[in-house]
């Protein structure tokens, strides 16, 4: 049941395209998916697949003992392959670049509204044998707008969908700032709380995302990470 609510919270908080205009009487107009790039804020490990956990490893210093907790992964095995998925990850193959890093968490207090709310599907693929390698980044547009509000310690999303004038609550509970990078938001324990990656951009853009990871192998023949950033970025108002 916890997945599932997972899963559809964070459908419903990062489904989305890119920069919204408005329209009459405050209506999203056709969204411009050409404002920000696929790799928007985005550090991908190196190209060459023997690197890869290497890269990841530079990542494990952000794990505090309070986001390992709340990391589920399932695992399954299907026609010969092994396949391993986590969400919402805290450590994804598609990483939120740590240039944006928040070091002071009251950079965060205020009203914020999306400017782009989206998916992007990154994919890595190696095949063992033949030394291949393949990187492809795919955008999925959708039709959302997100208004946040941090005060007093608690996050309120509402959000607006297609040109719906209505606001929707998706989300009100506590949170903090964890090694500048990790929004946890939650109820009554910080261990069912659910794993946000967050950032400020040089522009002053706050990022909100969350990242569903599948690893899919055959042993000694091909590896593949995808990566499914559920993106939001957002102005302050």
């Not at 095995?77 to 890093?101: F, I, Y």
């Not at 995302?209 to 690893?215: L, Y």
């Amino acid at each position: 049941m916890r997945l599932l609510g997972v899963l559809g919270l964070l459908l419903l908080l990062c489904a989305g395209s890119t920069a919204f205009g408005q329209g009459r009487a405050g209506t999203p107009t056709v969204p411009d998916t050409t404002t920000f790039a696929v790799n928007y804020a985005t550090a991908l490990p190196r190209p060459v697949f023997e690197y890869w956990e290497q890269d990841y490893a530079k990542y494990e210093r952000f794990m505090t003992p309070e986001i390992k907790r709340t990391q589920m992964g399932l695992s399954f095995v299907l026609d010969g392959v092994s396949t391993w998925r986590c969400l919402p990850s805290a450590t994804p193959h598609a990483q939120l670049d740590t240039l944006t890093r928040i070091l002071d968490p009251k950079a965060l207090e205020g009203r914020w509204e999306s400017v782009v709310c989206r998916s992007v599907v990154h994919r890595d693929s190696a095949v063992l044998k033949e030394q291949r390698f393949y990187r492809s980044a795919r955008l999925v547009p959708k039709d959302e707008r997100i208004f946040l509000t941090f005060s007093e310690g608690r996050i309120t999303v509402m959000g607006q969908h297609g040109k719906s004038p209505d606001l929707d609550k998706i989300l009100r509970k506590k949170y903090t700032v964890v090694s500048g990078r990790y929004l946890l938001a939650y109820g009554g324990t910080k261990a069912g709380g659910i794993v946000y990656h967050v950032g400020i951009d040089p522009s002053d853009r706050l990022i909100l995302q969350s990242c569903i990871v599948t690893e899919r192998k055959i042993r000694g023949q091909y590896l593949t990470y995808e990566t499914v950033l559920l993106q939001n970025i957002c102005k302050r108002l």
